[in-house]
């Protein structure tokens, strides 16, 4: 079946760093891309998606690519703040049945100090 | 607009008793799905919700069943709680238009089988 995979963590970086978290994805037809984040001890909030090869999604200073050839979906930020310290999650949407399910990889934890 | 509203927010259960979890989805959605996400896992996909039928179905057991209303609010029903269903509950609602729609998340119930 479907499956994501994503670089384990913890990421740890310092202010203004580059951030680089891979993801790798498996699937038998198109599926839409998704980056979700979570903060602690809340839910999860779409960062941004790419719903088609070479579409680069992007929101709040971080981008991906949706690389068909390499089946990649890497998150980028060039410059990351403490308050992007959270859990990142990459994401497929099964395209099967026309109904969305996600499937997610076991997140990457980042860490951003002062 | 007040979102994905998951209630209760933390619950505590005993092996063998039964638990329902109940989600409200954002104005306007029509859709529902319940995942599962163990600590330090990503979410789990368990089943979806649409004009009232569970219309997809991930990999857990029947002891896991739900029901969608009239109103599209939705509840999830765990039986005989295991040590092992101990997780974050996380609803998720979306419009149904295919897979590159977005799924807005609730902030989860927590639940803990002792």
């Known amino acids: 079946g479907d499956s994501v995979t994503q670089m384990e963590g913890p990421v740890t970086l310092s202010e203004e760093a580059f951030l680089t978290i891979n993801c790798t994805y498996t699937?038998?037809?198109?599926?839409?891309l998704f980056w979700y984040v979570q903060y602690p001890g809340e839910g999860l909030q779409l960062l941004l998606k790419?719903?088609?090869?070479?579409d680069k999604g992007s929101n709040k200073g971080f981008e991906a690519t949706y690389r068909k050839e390499t089946t990649s979906f890497h998150l980028e930020k060039g410059s990351v703040q403490v308050s992007d310290s959270a859990v990142y999650f990459c994401?497929?949407?099964?395209?099967?049945?026309?109904?969305?399910?996600?499937?997610f990889g076991t997140g990457t934890r980042l860490l951003v100090s002062p | 607009d007040a979102g994905v509203t998951q209630s209760p927010t933390h619950l505590i259960k005993t092996r063998g008793q039964q638990v329902t979890l109940r989600c409200s989805p954002k104005?306007?959605?029509?859709?529902v799905s319940w995942y599962q996400q163990a600590l330090g896992q990503g979410p789990q996909f368990i089943f979806q919700?649409?004009?009232?039928?569970?219309?997809q179905r991930g990999n857990f057991p029947d002891r896991f069943s739900g029901h969608q209303f009239p109103n599209y609010s939705s509840e999830l029903n765990v039986n005989a709680l295991l040590l092992g269903d101990s997780a974050l509950y996380l609803c998720?609602?979306?419009?149904?238009?295919?897979?590159?729609?977005?799924?807005?998340f609730g902030q989860g119930t927590r639940l803990t089988v002792v």
């Open positions: 104005s306007g959605h029509d859709t």
């Open positions: 699937a038998t037809g198109y599926p839409s």
């Open positions: 919700y649409y004009e009232e039928e569970e219309r």
């Open positions: 994401a497929l949407s099964d395209t099967n049945t026309g109904f969305q399910k996600l499937v």
């Open positions: 998720a609602s979306s419009l149904y238009r295919g897979s590159g729609t977005e799924a807005f």
């Open positions: 790419a719903t088609k090869a070479d």
